[in-house]
């Protein structure tokens, strides 16, 4: 059942992709400040949980760690259990450009990464509403 609904998965969003784009826009923030995107190309069933590739991309510059390095977009590499309806972050990435270009400024993958529930309304769910299917 899960390799029915993975492959749902990857057919359904590839649809809305052409095959020169890596990122399917998902939503922009409500302010307009940051939009949300999809790596198609990277869902996969790893284990009991669907694994992608996310990229945030910001209208303004934005700071990381104790030196404040600067970028316009980062790449998350989620996981996501559809059975406990919650997700975790396992890679980040942070990128001097728009659309995660350039070379990485930061990157980090958390030893024990921690499991969040899903908060309604959020872009949380509307990614997991696109992975689990509900």
């Not at 030893?111 to 969040?116: A, G, I, Q, T």
Request: with cysteine; hydrophobic share 35%; aromatic share 14%.
């Amino acid at each position: 059942m899960k390799k029915f609904a993975l492959a749902f998965i990857l057919i359904a969003t590839s649809s809305f992709v052409a095959a020169n784009d890596r990122w399917k826009h998902i939503q922009d923030s409500l302010d307009g400040t940051t939009s949300f995107y999809l790596d198609v190309g990277t869902v996969r069933l790893a284990s009991s949980y669907i694994r992608a590739w996310q990229l945030i991309n910001y209208k303004e510059q934005h700071e990381v760690g104790p030196n404040k390095l600067r970028y316009f977009s980062s790449a998350e590499l989620h996981e996501y259990d559809c059975q406990e309806r919650r997700s975790r972050t396992v890679s980040v990435a942070a990128y001097p450009e728009s659309m995660g270009g350039g070379n990485p400024v930061f990157s980090a993958e958390p030893r024990d990464p921690k499991w969040r529930f899903i908060v309604p309304n959020s872009i949380s769910e509307t990614f997991f509403s696109i992975f689990c299917n509900k």
